[in-house]
């Protein structure tokens, strides 16, 4: 799974009562999971974005457990669409 900079930042030192919102590409097999996980991370799935990826935003402190959902492929800032 790639992580972005940023991302790794957030997952290793999470700020306290910070929202952020993330693109997130899960694998084809992987999107009812990763609606779930974000659900039950106290996160909500914002938009759905072309070619499969998704928009999600939930607190800093939940990113690691987001990172440890199988079949995620890659998770970024929502910066890098100018979201």
Same mark, same amino acid.
């Given at each position: 799974?790639?992580?972005?900079?940023?991302?790794?930042?957030?997952?290793?030192?999470?700020?306290?009562?910070?929202?952020?919102?993330?693109?997130?590409?899960?694998?084809?097999?992987?999107?009812?999971?990763?609606?779930?996980?974000?659900?039950?991370?106290? /996160?909500?799935?914002?938009?759905?974005?072309?070619? /499969?990826?998704?928009?999600?935003?939930?607190?800093?402190?939940?990113?690691?457990?987001?990172?440890?959902?199988?079949?995620?492929?890659?998770?970024?800032?929502?910066?890098?669409? /100018?979201?």
């Amino acid at each position: 799974m790639y992580l972005s900079h940023p991302v790794r930042r957030m997952r290793d030192d999470p700020l306290d009562g910070e929202v952020v919102a993330l693109r997130v590409e899960p694998a084809d097999d992987a999107r009812e999971a990763l609606e779930t996980r974000v659900e039950s991370l106290g /996160g909500s799935l914002e938009r759905e974005l072309r070619f /499969g990826g998704v928009v999600v935003s939930l607190a800093e402190s939940a990113v690691s457990d987001l990172c440890e959902l199988d079949g995620i492929e890659r998770i970024e800032t929502a910066d890098t669409l /100018g979201y």
